[in-house]
């Protein structure tokens, strides 16, 4: 077994109440590496045909990677995969805590559980067991209570993953989160909460080798002094938050549910308006501390952790400026653990489809933080309105129907993150070609954007190899796993990230040899959502980015070509080794 792996997995069935160790080859480990990557393949593996992503055999996973335990920044990370509820197709989330920490010194390179319980249960973990212990008396709280009580319980060296009240109603973009942090995206809260699953909590001592520890260690040392420089500055000093004027004056922040490009109201909430008083964290083993914590009013709670996608989502996308409600409801959407993103662009929908006679919802009124709010907690109920918007916009637009599906803003079910395609349009292929839908984190393609090396409103082929590079890029940054703030930090990022891989596992590898990896680990993905129904239709952008030219702003007139995107689309596929139309061929590099 090489050094950095366990070179096995845990499977836990809830119906049986029995659990088994599967083993892992050398071979396996070396073609997928750890998180997104590995757990796509023991996802494929599991799965049984087009499962049902809430029902008894959908698998679901928590997969670690070689790196953590290491010294290496940023590190402490770790992957949770199923079938999303949301889009029906793979979703793969990414949460950084001591929780992936604790959850490797298990023994177990990841943690696979199937069935489901007749009543709420936990799972406890550790190297020498594993108990499913009755969880009655959780259900009902939030995640960060759930584990609070739990650790009192059980013990504060464990680690805990958990949903809240939001996955146990099976909202389909409902959170797990450990630590404050969350696996966001997809509705992997509802899958837990869809097998009665409450929490799992880890704790072990099973460390790890390097294979060249004292270079690893110098390796560590010097990429973390890296961290403090100029390439991560902008995350330390100023945050994510800080994009939303950047945005706006460029002309590519989606303002109510797309209708607009730029916020009238963006400086009211801008990052020096939020609060009055911010402070800094840092994830598990990082040392940028990239988060910045808003104060709520005089309210004695804890800081709001705001990052620009929720600032983006809760504020612009449903026209509101009001700070404190915009930082309420981050809050509130953290606390009950649903997705800022698909939260924020259901209730824009829907304020959309009030706006244009289509629902009968009077308060609904895009600008209002009180019915932002209301219809929040309506959602995480599924009570009144919330029962639809709790399915995500694509399932709300058709049980609304009257033509409302032309404003239901999604690509495969997922709702779009804080970027216009008309304007970002390398961003725009990135959205439609993706397997997890609209998404920034599996395609880094407004990087290509916003560089001098396309025009963002007009981009040629010569983009469509330049965002398959950021996609390959993180596809290895999400199997290893690292964070995608150090990206700006190396010079080569496919040969820096070989040499972690190398001075961990004492694998031979090279930049060459990741480049086929993340080709193969983009195709697995590909591959697996073909099994579970996909067709060419599917990767394609909201009607309104072809129909309706942006009318203000610095990207007044932008507007997406249906030609030009199926031609970049078929050039994607095409170079990606797949089928003009995007299926996998035998020439394809496969697992």
């Known amino acids: ?18 659990s088994r160790v599967v083993q892992i080859d050398e071979p396996m480990l070396r073609k997928f590496i750890g998180g997104g990557g590995l757990g796509t393949a023991i996802l494929s593996q599991e799965s049984s045909g087009n499962d049902d992503p809430l029902g008894e055999s959908a698998p679901l996973l928590f997969v670690f990677s070689p790196l953590v335990g290491s010294p290496l920044t940023t590190s402490a990370k770790f992957s949770v995969l199923s079938k999303s509820p949301l889009t029906n197709r793979l979703n793969d989330s990414l949460s950084s805590s001591h929780f992936a920490i604790a959850g490797k010194k298990t023994g177990y390179d990841a943690i696979c559980i199937v069935g489901k319980s007749e009543s709420p249960v936990l799972i406890q973990i550790t190297p020498d067991s594993l108990s499913i212990g009755d969880a ?29 009240p939001a996955g146990e109603n099976l ?30 909590a880890v704790f072990g001592d099973r460390k790890t080798e390097f294979a060249h520890p004292d270079e690893l260690i110098k390796y560590s040392k010097s990429l973390s002094q890296k961290s403090f420089g100029a390439a991560t500055e902008k995350y330390r000093e100023l945050g994510t938050v800080s994009n ?22 963006a400086e009211q909430i801008a990052p020096d308006v939020l609060s009055s008083v911010r402070t800094r964290d840092s994830c598990a083993a990082c040392t940028i501390g990239c988060e910045h914590l ?20 809760l504020g612009p996308l449903c026209g509101i400026s009001d700070p404190e409600m915009v930082l309420a409801a981050s809050a509130y959407c953290d606390e009950v653990g ?4 698909s939260a924020g662009a259901s209730v824009a929908f829907a304020m959309e489809a009030v706006e244009k006679g289509f629902l009968d919802e009077p308060t609904l009124q895009f600008g209002s933080g009180k019915a932002l709010l209301d219809t929040l907690k309506l959602i995480s109920l599924r009570k009144g309105i919330g029962e639809i918007l709790a399915d995500g916009v694509r399932i709300a637009s058709q049980k609304i129907g009257r033509g409302t599906e032309e404003f239901a803003i999604h690509v495969k079910g997922l709702e779009l993150p804080g970027y216009e395609p008309r304007a970002l349009q390398t961003m725009g292929l990135g959205f439609a070609v993706g397997t997890r839908g609209a998404d920034h984190n599996r395609s880094g393609a407004y990087q290509v954007d916003f560089s001098e090396e396309v025009d963002r409103m007009n981009p040629d082929v010569h983009a469509v190899n330049l965002a398959i590079e950021t996609e390959d890029e993180a596809a290895v940054m999400d199997s290893l796993i690292l964070c995608k703030f150090l990206r ?46 996909w067709t060419p239709a599917e990767d394609t952008l909201p009607a309104r980015f072809f129909e309706t030219p942006i009318a203000e702003g610095a990207s007044v007139g932008g507007v997406l070509s249906r030609q030009r995107l199926a031609e970049q689309i078929k050039a994607y596929n095409l170079a990606r080794g797949w089928t003009a139309d995007g299926y996998v061929s035998t020439a394809s590099p496969q697992a």
């Open 171 to 200: 909202v389909r973009y409902a959170t797990i989160s450990n630590d404050g942090r969350h696996a966001g995206r997809g509705g992997l809260g509802a899958v837990m909460g869809s097998k009665k699953l409450k929490a799992i």
């Open 294 to 313: 808003f104060k709520l009013g005089d309210k004695q709670q804890a800081p709001v952790r705001m990052e620009y996608e929720n600032l983006y989502a």
């Open 338 to 341: 649903i997705d800022t993103i």
């Open 488 to 533: 700006g930090v190396f010079t080569d990022r496919m040969a820096a990230m070989a040499e972690m891989l190398h001075l961990v596992t004492g694998w031979d590898v090279d930049a060459a040899e990741l480049k086929t990896t993340a080709q193969r680990i983009v195709t697995a993905k590909k591959q697996f959502n073909i099994d579970q129904g």
């Open 1 to 18: 077994m090489p050094f950095g792996y366990h070179g096995c997995y845990l499977r836990v069935d809830l119906c049986q109440r029995t």
């Open 244 to 265: 939303l004027l950047t945005f706006n004056r460029l002309g590519t922040l989606p303002t109510r549910n797309f209708q607009q490009t730029s916020f009238e109201g």
């Open 136 to 164: 009655t008396d959780l259900w009902g709280l939030s995640s960060a209570a759930s584990a609070k009580s739990l650790r009192t319980k059980i013990g504060n060296q464990f680690r805990v993953a958990a949903i809240g």
